[in-house]
Structures are given as structure tokens and as C-alpha cells.
């Protein structure tokens, strides 16, 4: 995949970017018709409803990684995968950060648990099936963190096949699930590592900012090395534009450049910033059952459709 040369960045930053339409709620998305132009300045393709599955499994893995913080992981990983449960899919969603915000945005109490993805990780006699947790969401299950996995990077340290460990933990639930979400923490440590080496695809959350779009360039060279060292199978999923404001020019020229770079690899849906996510996370759930008519909950809606149109879920 092609880096972006941070002096490029700067003259992006420099350069206004025209002819990219503003349209109400959620720009060129769910609110635009197929064919129309959206913020990524293509034409919307149609993502029709997926035909229901016959039956579950294998499921495919899919990290949600990006090293910067507050770029929409968390909000991603519970909304796709309530927005999938939603087209019949069985959606496992692994916290594999030590803040354990996926957990407690899912309504679970982690730091009650005695026994989480920490415990999985660095210790052996534990099943996973006695550690994953239903959820309020139909067909939307969850591995728990707690701030114990904090300790699981230094103690993985020593250990043979460290970067394989996750991937040893999930084998006796991958043909139990579609799809398996794995919620990374804002780093590209040891526990990032164990993520990507376990994935079939990678979604990279990018938030509508030029200084999130910096540290793109070392993720993807960091995808590029495991893809060759440790996990062949790897492939980008997508990069998703979020929190994006169409009413400011900051916002589209970001989207624009990021698709001047990576091109196809830029979802089509675009997720808007708006004040219900939070609201939907102290809630304890996903905005899919929290405000169901939301744009942003028809915005996750698509994404799962286009995922699954572009073949990165069943």
C-alpha cells in the first residue's frame, strides 16, 4: 500500500480541496441514492441487504487498529458489530485494550470478572466459552477486558510464539461466529502484534484530521511487516473516515486526500460526528438499538453492508 509522505501532507493542508458536495445529515451516505456523489468524492455504489445465512462459521477475523487515540475504534468495533448482528451475522467483539471502554460500553462490569482476555492470554486451564459474555444485542457476543491486560505485554515477552498467542486463544470459536471484531488498543506494542497476527482483514478508523493522518503511513509499514513476517493472510479491509463534519473545509479535505492516496481502499460510508454516540456509549449500548433512526445508526448499518459487499464478512 502506498505511504503518505508527510511533506505531501502539508501541501494538502495548503491546498483547499473544491467540488466536494455538502448534503444534510449524513453527507453522500445513507441520505444520498446510489450513484450519487458522496464525501469520498466517488459515486455511491448500492449495498443491497446480504441474503441471510444458512448456517454460522467459520468467522472471519478483522482487527480494528489504529496506534493514535480517540479515532472511533471502540465506536466502530460495537456499532459494526450490533449493525451486523442486525443482518442475521453471529458477531463476536474481543476488548483487547487495557481501558476496557468496549466492555463497558456493552453494559459488562470487566473490573468484576475474575476471569478475562487477560486471564486467556497468560495462563493456562481457562476456556474461552466461559469467559464471553452476552450481550443486550441479539447475536452480539463480547470477550471482556480489564485493566489486567495492562500486565499481558510484559508477560508475553518471554514466551515462544508470543505474536500467536490471541490466535491460539480464538481457534476454538472461529466456526462459531461470522465475524469476529478485535478492538485494539492506540498502540503497535506487543498486544497490537498478537492482533494482527490472528486477523484475516484490517479496518484502520481514521478520524477527519490531518495530524491522525500521520501516523497512517507507519500503521500500514507496520500491516506490511507482519503480512510478511508473521501473518501472510493479511489484508486491509478498508479505512474509514470518521468523525467527519461536512460543513467544514478541514474535514473534506482530509477525505479527499486520503482517497487521493489509498483510493479504493477508502470506504465509501463516511460515520459524522454527533453527540448521540456518547450518549449511546453511557447508555451501554450500541446506537442501533439506542437511537435506531439515527443517521449514525443507518451510517454503521451501511458500513456493514458495504463490508460485507466488498467481501470482508459473510
Known amino acids: 500500500m502506498q505511504s503518505v509522505p508527510s511533506g505531501d501532507l502539508d501541501q494538502l493542508r495548503q491546498s483547499p480541496v473544491s467540488g466536494v458536495p455538502r448534503v444534510a445529515h449524513l453527507p453522500g451516505t445513507e441520505s444520498a441514492g446510489s450513484g450519487a456523489m458522496g464525501p469520498t468524492g466517488r459515486p455511491l455504489p448500492d449495498f443491497p441487504d446480504p441474503a441471510p445465512l444458512t448456517s454460522h462459521g467459520p468467522a472471519r477475523i478483522i482487527a480494528m487498529c489504529n496506534q493514535k487515540g480517540g479515532v472511533g475504534k471502540t465506536t466502530t468495533t460495537i456499532n459494526l458489530g450490533a449493525a451486523l448482528a442486525e443482518l442475521g451475522r453471529k458477531v463476536l467483539v474481543v476488548d483487547f485494550d487495557p481501558q476496557g471502554a468496549l466492555s463497558v460500553g456493552l453494559g459488562i462490569n470487566a473490573q468484576g470478572l475474575d476471569v478475562t482476555i487477560y486471564n486467556l492470554l497468560v495462563e493456562r486451564g481457562h476456556e474461552i466459552h466461559d469467559v464471553i459474555q452476552q450481550t443486550r444485542t441479539e447475536g452480539l457476543d463480547v470477550v471482556p477486558a480489564n485493566i489486567d491486560l495492562s500486565a499481558a505485554e510484559v508477560q508475553l515477552v518471554g514466551e515462544v510464539a508470543r505474536e500467536q498467542i490471541l490466535a491460539r486463544v480464538l481457534r476454538p470459536v ?13 498502540s503497535l506494542g506487543l498486544l497490537t502484534v498478537n492482533a494482527l497476527t490472528a486477523a484475516h482483514g484490517v479496518i484502520i478508523p481514521l478520524e477527519c484530521e490531518f495530524f491522525a493522518m500521520r501516523g497512517v503511513a507507519l500503521l500500514i509499514d507496520t500491516i506490511d511487516k507482519i503480512t510478511d513476517r508473521l501473518n501472510p493472510r493479511l489484508t486491509v479491509d478498508g479505512i474509514l473516515a470518521t468523525m467527519y463534519d461536512g460543513r467544514t473545509l478541514h474535514s473534506r479535505e482530509v477525505v479527499r486526500s486520503v482517497v487521493d492516496h489509498f483510493d479504493e481502499q477508502v470506504f465509501h460510508t463516511v460515520i459524522s460526528r454527533t453527540v448521540k454516540f456518547p450518549d449511546a456509549t453511557l447508555a451501554a449500548e450500541p446506537i442501533t438499538s439506542y437511537s435506531s433512526e439515527h443517521s449514525g445508526a ?3 448499518r451501511q458500513l456493514a453492508r458495504e463490508l460485507i459487499a466488498r467481501g470482508g464478512a459473510a
Do not use: G, S, T
Request: net charge negative; charged share 25%.
Open 298 to 300: 443507518n451510517a454503521y
Open 174 to 186: 472461529v466456526d462459531e461466529y461470522d465475524v469476529i471484531l478485535i478492538d485494539c488498543q492506540p
